[in-house]
């Protein structure tokens, strides 16, 4: 069950914001956090959505996957945030599958037990519209990305992202394979390792999954524009 810092990860979730303590107290008591390894599915595509998730610890890739088995990324979700929460509709199905990208801990919403919480709680029904919105803005934020950051910059804002407020030098391995990457940045995988290579004018090695950072307040400039 959810406990400690996951707690307090969870408490932040936009689509719990309304929730009285008491009733969110109860909630996470009851809520289980489901612990998978690197490639476990979480979820297959079409499968009656009883669950939507929040991201405790790792990665999630979100694909489609075709009449022939080929897979098409659609999404790569992080710490902190929540996905499939569509599901909140009667006899909804996953539109998409799920699996571990990295090892991976999650908290699992059982659908029917947050719609029971909603009846007590009706506010949180707008914590639920708000998140949407909330996502709504972060999906036109990327589409402006898209459309107005070059592919050097949307990679150096993901890398940053990792490596977080730390300064100067920051060292680790991409989370999961470049194409998962690729798809949450909108750009192909040729366009995400030609983007990566690039990044050397400021300070970043890549060598396969291997990144180094050398000076991570000047990635966060060219990120913000201050550097070209």
Not at 49 to 72: I, K
Not at 103 to 119: E, M, N, P, S
Not at 165 to 170: E, P, R, V
Request: aromatic share 8%; with cysteine; hydrophobic share 45%.
């Amino acid at each position: 069950m959810v406990a400690g810092r996951d707690l307090e990860m969870l408490r932040n979730a936009l689509f719990l914001s309304g929730a009285p303590e008491d009733a969110f107290q109860t909630f996470a008591a009851k809520t289980p956090v489901v612990t998978l390894s690197s490639g476990e599915p979480l979820f297959n595509q079409d499968d009656p959505a009883t669950a939507f998730y929040f991201v405790l610890e790792g990665w999630v890739a979100v694909f489609r996957e075709g009449p022939d088995g080929s897979r098409t990324a659609i999404h790569l979700v992080g710490p902190g945030e929540s996905f499939a929460e569509a599901v909140l509709a009667r006899e909804a199905r996953y539109p998409a599958s799920a699996e571990a990208a990295t090892d991976l801990r999650v908290a699992r919403i059982d659908t029917t037990r947050f719609r029971d919480l909603i009846l007590q709680s009706p506010e949180l029904a707008l914590s639920i519209i708000g998140a949407v919105f909330a996502k709504l803005r972060r999906l036109v934020g990327r589409i402006e990305q898209d459309q107005e950051w070059s592919p050097q910059r949307r990679v150096a804002a993901f890398l940053h992202r990792i490596c977080g407020d730390k300064n100067g030098i920051c060292r680790f391995e991409l989370p999961v394979e470049q194409r998962y990457i690729a798809a949450r940045l909108s750009m192909t995988p040729a366009t995400f390792s030609r983007a990566l290579a690039d990044l050397a004018a400021v300070g970043v090695e890549a060598r396969r999954r291997k990144i180094v950072v050398s000076d991570v307040s000047r990635l966060a400039r060219f990120v913000n524009h201050d550097e070209h």
